[in-house]
């Protein structure tokens, strides 16, 4: 699992940018190859969350990219440039959805898979984790972001409402409704996570 | 029910996607295209900013007179008989009143030619 939190503190990361970022202030545009090089995991992994169409998040995440450089002047360095970055980031993937929607059904009509015979229930939980995973870009737009940036900075309510420019108090609050209405779809996958330990437990 | 920890497990664990190997050299053509093309022109203010005070001024012009008409027509009593000469009235004025019009029309027109460098009329 990738750690993107930490860098909004890494010192030499943010030093790098900082430097990275002068320079093409100053007319060097081959400078912006060191930004894209640090930062080409962390939104490509980020656009993956809002879409979970590969192509789509790299074309997404080049989109951010290239809107960052546009707007490089902007970047007031009262915040962390990785602040500023993911939040032009989130705004980028967020329209790009409105105009391009990657799922266009509920919350519940979100598929769940069915309970699989003992020897299956490995590949049966495989599954149903990666339907819960799905099931979040169904979730009305208002819980589905807090969710997927409060995961993408691995649990971090402040980082992620920083990314959306809101309050600590309506994330914590939409993320909270947010697995409401998970839990509320997937009442069974407890039960399938338990015959894996019991499953494993046998063996 | 499933617990608020195993759905932290659940979407907290996902797999590190690594960019294409191309992504980078595709960021930077962009940014290097972007970068060359040449900056798009400022609006030529100090050249647009006369013809502007003037269709301001015009328009305001036009306003007032309209405004003078409508006052002067609300004071005017109502002539049981009318006159031929007195029937035409209105009809001129309007007529000067679409003249003026088509008057700085056509000179916000050749104003907007004339600052984006080419000649009006032509």
Same mark, same amino acid.
């Given at each position: 699992m990738k750690n993107t939190a930490s860098y909004e503190s890494a010192g030499s990361g943010a030093n790098a940018d900082l430097a990275d970022v002068d320079r093409v202030l100053a +007319?060097?545009?081959?400078?912006f190859e060191g930004i894209v090089r640090r930062w080409q995991g962390p939104l490509v992994n980020m656009a993956w969350r809002y879409c979970r169409d590969r192509g789509r998040a790299e074309e997404m995440a080049q989109e951010a990219l290239v809107r960052a450089w546009r707007g490089?002047?902007?970047? *007031? *360095?009262? +915040?962390s440039f990785s602040t500023w970055l993911f939040a032009l980031a989130a705004n980028v993937f967020r329209s790009e959805l409105k105009r391009f929607p990657v799922v266009d059904v509920s919350i519940e009509d979100a598929p769940e898979p069915a309970a699989r015979a003992a020897q299956e229930v490995e590949l049966s939980l495989r599954q149903s984790e990666d339907a819960v995973r799905r099931a979040v870009l169904a979730l009305p737009v208002r819980y589905r972001e807090p969710v997927v940036l409060f995961y993408f900075h691995e649990m971090d309510v402040g980082a992620a409402a920083r990314t959306m420019g809101m309050p600590e108090g309506t994330v914590k609050a939409r993320l909270a409704r947010a697995r409401a209405l998970l839990k509320k779809r997937f009442p069974h996958l407890e039960d399938q996570q338990a015959a894996k330990e019991l499953a494993e437990k046998e063996a | 029910m499933m617990k608020p920890e195993n759905l932290d497990r659940i979407l907290g664990s996902e797999e590190e996607l690594s960019p294409s190997s191309g992504f980078v050299a595709c960021v930077m053509e962009r940014v290097r295209q972007e970068a060359a093309a040449p900056a798009p022109l400022p609006f030529p203010w100090k050249r647009a900013l006369p013809g502007m005070i003037v269709v301001g001024v015009g328009l305001v012009w036009c306003l007032v007179q309209l405004v003078r008409m409508g006052i002067a027509e609300a004071k005017t009593p109502v002539l049981i008989t009318m006159h031929p000469a007195t029937l035409m009235t209105p009809h001129i004025e309007s007529a000067g009143a679409v003249a003026a019009a088509l008057g700085v029309s056509l000179l916000s027109w050749l104003l907007a030619r004339r600052v984006v460098g080419r000649r009006g009329l032509v």
């Open positions: +007319g060097d545009v081959n400078a490089l002047k902007q970047w *007031r *360095r009262e +915040g | -």
